[in-house]
T-cell receptor, first 115, second 114 residues
Framework: AQSVAQPEDQVNVAEGNPLTVKCTYS??????LFWYVQYPNRGLQFLLK??????LVKGSYGFEAEFNKSQTSFHLKKPSALVSDSALYFC?????????????FGQGTTLQVKP | DTAVSQTPKYLVTQMGNDKSIKCEQN?????MYWYKQDSKKFLKIMFS???????INETVPNRFSPKSPDKAHLNLHINSLELGDSAVYFC?????????????FGPGTRLTVT
């Protein structure tokens, strides 16, 4: 069965410091991995994805994520956090063999960036 | 030029009532989804349609019935509303393929059942 784990309910960082939001997954076959961000009272916005190729993927707003097959992880990173990055972040996965597009989401991690 | 839109944004109703939520996308996608986000922000897929064909139907009570009149629209009708149906419902769309296209989400409909 497919699953996603985000081990931290909340991550606190100071503005200007690097941030990491962790994600591990379990899926049959090769994974398609996604990160989404949700601001208060808004829908989810797509940040970046890993499909194949380079393990380091770059996305919107200066975010990047590193795919690590051996550790089944896809951690979200940013070199220098902004207060405006404070939001709820979701990792999601689907198996490449899935023909329905069904995404499994993690439980979400709240990122709090303090000035 | 809203990509995925939902109406209404807020819906407050009493137990036992029937209500509908509408979703429209202008992205030219062929697949649409309904998700439910509970009070703990957990997000779970309910249904998905591809070109008006139901392709995902998770374990959802029969009181929930999706309808897709065309590939740009996906509506959700809920009969005999219960307190536990209170949640935020998100519509999303994507291209269906083997390449892992991302899904685009609407702004959500906050349903409150009293």
């Amino acid at each position: 069965a497919q699953s996603v784990a985000q081990p931290e309910d909340q991550v606190n960082v100071a503005e200007g410091n690097p941030l990491t939001v962790k994600c591990t997954y379990s899926v049959s076959g090769n994974p398609y991995l996604f990160w989404y961000v949700q601001y208060p009272n808004r829908g989810l916005q797509f940040l970046l994805k890993y499909i194949t190729g380079d393990n380091l993927v770059k996305g919107s707003y200066g975010f990047e994520a590193e795919f690590n097959k051996s550790q089944t992880s896809f951690h979200l990173k940013k070199p220098s956090a902004l207060v405006s990055d404070s939001a709820l972040y979701f990792c999601a996965v689907r198996g490449s063999s899935s023909n329905t597009g069904k995404l499994i989401f993690g439980q979400g991690t709240t990122l709090q960036v303090k000035p | 030029d809203t990509a995925v839109s939902q109406t209404p944004k807020y819906l407050v109703t009493q137990m036992g009532n029937d209500k509908s939520i509408k979703c429209e996308q202008n992205l030219g996608h062929d697949t649409m989804y309904w998700y439910k986000q509970d009070s703990k922000k957990f997000l779970k897929i309910m249904f998905s349609y591809n070109n008006k064909e139901l392709i995902i139907n998770e374990t959802v009570p029969n009181r929930f019935s999706p309808k897709s009149p065309d590939k740009a629209h996906l509506n959700l009708h809920i009969n005999s509303l219960e307190l536990g149906d209170s949640a935020v419902y998100f519509c999303a769309s994507s291209l269906r393929d083997g390449e892992g296209y991302e899904q685009y989400f609407g702004p959500g409909t906050r349903l409150t059942v009293t």
